[in-house]
């Protein structure tokens, strides 16, 4: 698997205009986050699994064109970041 770091600006534009809005709407910003993502090249889709890391908690996602975001937001109405 390659794992890159990235950050919420290294995100595509969609994304990170979601994560940005998600984060505005539970009192975040978007800094308070730690993103990484990962590929497996063995997957025909080469999706990737985006991790979420804050204060040491972790929640990793399966980024299903964008998908990932909406599991974000429900991790945070669920307080699980908190």
Known sequence: MDNTLLRYT???????A??????ARHG???????ISA???????????F?????????QCYRDSRGQWIRQFEADLTSRFFK
């Open 10 to 16: 290294d995100l595509p534009i969609g994304d990170r």
């Open 18 to 23: 979601a994560f940005e809005l998600v984060c």
């Open 28 to 34: 975040f910003a978007p800094a308070h986050f730690d």
């Open 38 to 48: 990962c590929t497996d090249p063995g997957d025909a889709a080469h999706e990737r």
């Open 50 to 58: 985006v991790t979420v890391r804050r204060a040491g908690w972790a």
